[in-house]
């Protein structure tokens, strides 16, 4: 098993701000689907943006397989290193087709036919490629994450980072997305998923993470983590997660 | 002679008809020009000035990226802060006292009318780009565009359907100060109205045709360009898929490597 994604001591403050990150310490292997849940605030998303540079850590590093990411092309790392929004985020002027196109072409320099053949085939995993020719605001919520999924996959990732990917979508759509997250696991896609699914983080995980206040406070397999939380601030979470 | 005032008006027509189109085309052509590069100019200046170094960058780019920032301000500010008509007088003869080329009245109005559009379009760029979701560029980002492939697949775009109205607002405010580069005998509405109006002495006369054809000229563009909002926009009605009801997307499962 090869490490994929090793964090060191980063720590992350905006302005003069207290810091959002206070020294994270974690290592992922290939293949391996990790949840990172925790209270509003404490400093997941931040984590997860730091891994791809869209926010630059204040201290410490992120290796991508042995690598600093910072000193990595940004292309590179983003081609590498996927990532899905809570917001979607799809380009909205554009088709679902050229949303999943246009990265391939830019990025990675692919022609125009094997961009399409390859969106074809990841908008047909996710169910969407009926849809090929909608514009965003046409689609629902649960059809823009899976379409987003889609452009994701089509870089050809070894590593994707879900921030809250289902957190924007009305209860009835949220099924459809994390079914497709399931099926990714399969795929020996090494996966970082910030989320407040608690149902999915036990169901679907290999490991969940739980962090408070910018630290990693533990650090388990699913079972160990709600079955037998080994800290009082994790039991405290978990008991009011999981009550609602 | 004429003796009415209608009676004048009809008689100048007559006698200036052709002048007054001639000079209607060479303003339009002036304000159509000016409009297009200028708003090209802006384009390539919000690009820039929304540029952000990634974290590896040397020194070397970040001089040449701030240097470039700080050109541009100055080009804003300057451009933005002087009349029209003084940078039409300091190009035109600026130009040819000391650089000693005596370039055509029409280059030197091209010049003066795109440069001055791009300046004041400066801010009108920005609040579009403004007002695309912070999003979008991210996840441009994330599918590992560049700066500029994210600014010109996804971002202006998106930010030009949103300043259209004010793109038209400058293309007919080009159309009526584009008057002031009579001072340089450009022969534009204006110049050809002043001409036409000194040889009989009827300034009222003749000012009211050349108002009415400013006012048909913008008149006209304004509709043209309600037409090329709408264009942008797409059509009104649209088909919403992504309701309970609508089967076809389903989801297949399971995701074959």
């Known amino acids: ?22 020294g994270i310490d974690l290592a992922f292997q290939q293949g391996e689907a990790a949840c990172i849940i925790g209270p509003s605030g404490s400093g997941k998303s931040t984590l997860l943006r730091c891994i791809n540079l869209l926010e630059r850590p204040s201290a410490g590093r992120v290796l991508y397989r042995g690598q600093d990411v910072a000193l990595l092309p940004p292309q590179v790392l983003h ?8 917001q979607f985020n799809l380009f909205e002027n554009m088709s679902a087709l050229n949303n999943c196109v246009a990265g391939q072409r830019k990025a990675l320099g692919r022609s125009r036919h094997d961009s399409e053949q390859k ?6 995993q996710v169910g969407m490629l009926p849809y090929r020719d909608a514009r965003p605001r046409q689609l629902s919520g649960g059809q823009k994450q899976r379409v987003a999924i889609a452009r994701a996959l089509c870089m050809d990732p070894d590593v994707l980072l879900f921030d809250e990917p289902t957190s924007a979508l009305d209860p009835e759509m949220v099924d459809e997305v994390l079914r497709v997250m399931a099926d990714l696991r399969q795929r020996g896609l090494t996966m970082l998923i910030v989320t407040h699914e608690m149902a999915f983080a036990r169901d679907a995980a290999d490991r969940v993470i739980f962090m408070d206040e910018g630290l990693v406070v533990e650090d388990g397999p699913p079972g160990q983590l709600f079955t037998a939380p080994q800290n009082a601030r994790t039991a405290a979470f978990l008991a009011r997660s999981l009550r609602g | 002679m004429p003796t009415t005032f209608f009676g004048w008006v009809a008689f100048l027509i007559a006698r200036y008809g052709d002048l007054f189109l001639r000079g209607a085309g060479v303003t339009m052509l002036i304000a159509g020009v000016g409009t297009v590069a200028g708003f090209a100019i802006e384009l390539g200046v919000a690009i820039v000035r929304t540029a952000r170094l990634s974290a590896g960058a040397g020194p070397l780019r970040r001089g040449a990226l701030a240097a470039a920032k700080a050109m541009l301000s100055v080009y804003i500010e300057v451009f933005r802060g002087t009349p029209m008509i003084v940078q039409a007088m300091v190009v035109y003869y600026g130009a ?4 000693g080329l005596d370039i055509p009245a029409m280059a030197a109005a091209f010049l003066v ?5 791009g300046a004041y379009m400066a801010e009108i760029v920005r609040g579009g780009i403004l007002s695309v979701d912070a999003g979008q560029k991210e996840a441009a980002t994330a599918v590992g565009m560049t700066h500029w492939q994210a600014m010109t697949a996804v971002i202006l775009p998106q930010a030009v359907r949103n300043i259209m109205p004010s793109v038209g607002n400058e293309f007919v405010v080009n159309i009526k100060d584009s008057s002031v580069l009579n001072v340089i005998s450009v022969t534009e509405l204006y110049f050809m109205s002043k001409s036409a ?48 009801s609508h089967t076809p997307a389903e989801i297949k499962v399971p995701l074959a490597p």
Do not use: C, H
């Open chain 1, 1 to 22: 098993m090869e490490e994929m994604i090793r964090i060191e001591r980063l720590e992350k403050r905006f302005g003069n701000n207290p810091p959002v990150l206070r």
């Open chain 1, 79 to 86: 081609a590498r290193v996927g990532m899905v929004f809570q």
């Open chain 1, 119 to 124: 969106a074809l085939y990841y908008l047909e």
């Open chain 2, 96 to 99: 040819l006292e000391y650089l």
């Open chain 2, 113 to 117: 009318v795109s440069v001055n559009t």
């Open chain 2, 197 to 244: 109006a000194g040889t009989y002495w009827k300034y009222f006369e003749v000012f009211f045709i050349t108002s009415v054809v400013y006012f048909v000229l913008t008149f006209t563009v304004t509709r043209l360009l309600r037409l090329v909002e709408r264009r942008l926009s797409g059509g009104d009605s649209y088909t919403v898929y992504g309701s309970q």
